[in-house]
């Protein structure tokens, strides 16, 4: 069984990101589990905090991180790039520097995105590399999934619509959990 932790960059509770991930839980092959991590939790990081001690909620996000094969990022877009609340989880987990190894050396990661604009998350997820690079993950580059128009896509209880951005998600979905296995096999 592939494990995927998935984290939705949006704090909303009607976040197109979240619904985003539901999504992939529910297009999710066989031999896959997609289980979802909150960031309501993580405070912003502040160093004078850390040097008191990482707080509860981070540790208890990290040990998940390192329990899984693989984490699925769903990303907003904000401002053409990543959005703080996204970001700040992520400089948490990479604290202290010495465990960044430990949490994220060699840890699959995928970026898929929901935005109301017509381009989808592209900016946002160009602007996750060089995070994911410096953390020494394994980024899976397959295929992009960008959801444009997203006010559109999500039924009122939050289904995706249309079949044809279902079976792109499918398709996204299926070619990111064979690279967590391949990359499992390799590790």
């Not at 197109?16 to 289980?35: D, H, M, Q, V």
């Not at 989880?89 to 699959?108: K, Q, T, Y």
């Amino acid at each position: 069984m592939i494990e995927i932790l998935g984290l939705s960059g949006s704090l909303r509770a009607e976040s197109f990101n979240s619904a985003l991930l539901r999504a992939a839980t529910e297009l999710a092959p066989s031999g896959a589990r997609i289980e979802h991590a909150s960031i309501r939790d993580i405070p912003l990081y502040d160093g004078d905090v850390e040097r008191d001690g990482i707080p509860k909620s981070v540790l208890a996000l990290k040990e998940r991180v390192v329990a899984s094969d693989a984490l699925l990022i769903a990303t907003p877009e904000y401002n053409n790039s990543i959005p703080g609340v996204a970001k700040n989880v992520i400089d948490w987990l990479s604290r202290p520097v010495s465990d960044i190894a430990r949490v994220f050396g060699g840890r699959v990661v995928g970026v898929i995105g929901a935005s109301p604009s017509s381009r989808g998350t592209a900016l946002a997820q160009i602007a996750w590399l060089p995070v994911l690079r410096v953390l020494g993950t394994r980024p899976w580059f397959g295929m992009p999934f960008y959801l444009p128009n997203a006010g559109k896509a999500f039924a009122g209880d939050g289904r995706l619509v249309e079949e044809s951005d279902r079976e792109r998600l499918r398709k996204y979905v299926a070619g990111f959990v064979e690279y967590a296995a391949l990359m499992r096999g390799a590790s």
